[in-house]
């Protein structure tokens, strides 16, 4: 069974930061890029960044760049999120998908972030 489940969430001041993971299992996590998408309230799904399967290239948004870092461990199936300098405008439900863009084949449940003073 195909596994994504997302931790690390919760509410911050702005200007704070956050740390998403997405442990993964029941999929060979090496051989798929993977991303990170959010859903602000209300709104539709946003693609947020994306890596390659080697680690080595990725991909950010313009609306996060310079504040999110997308990294992932391949001996832990393990895709995580460095989220710094939060703005109000990041409030959204984070999910982690497998894929860098595209209908993803496996979605996590995702994890709300809320950045509020």
């Known amino acids: 069974e195909v596994q994504l489940v997302e931790s690390g969430g919760g509410q911050v001041q702005p200007g704070g930061s956050l740390r998403l993971s997405c442990a993964t299992s029941?999929?060979?996590?090496?051989?798929?890029?993977m991303r990170w998408v959010r859903q602000p309230p209300g709104k539709g799904l946003e693609w947020v960044s994306a890596?390659?399967?080697?680690?080595?290239?990725?991909y950010v948004a313009d609306s996060v760049k310079g504040r999110f870092t997308i990294s992932r461990d391949t001996a832990k199936n393990t895709l995580y999120l460095q989220m710094n300098s939060l703005k109000t405008e990041d409030t959204a439900v984070y999910y982690c998908?497998?894929?860098?863009?595209?209908?993803?084949?496996?979605r996590g449940q995702g994890t709300q972030v809320t950045v509020s003073a």
């Open positions: 890596i390659d399967t080697a680690g080595r290239t990725t």
């Open positions: 029941g999929f060979t996590f090496s051989r798929w890029d």
């Open positions: 998908a497998t894929g860098s863009i595209g209908v993803p084949s496996f």
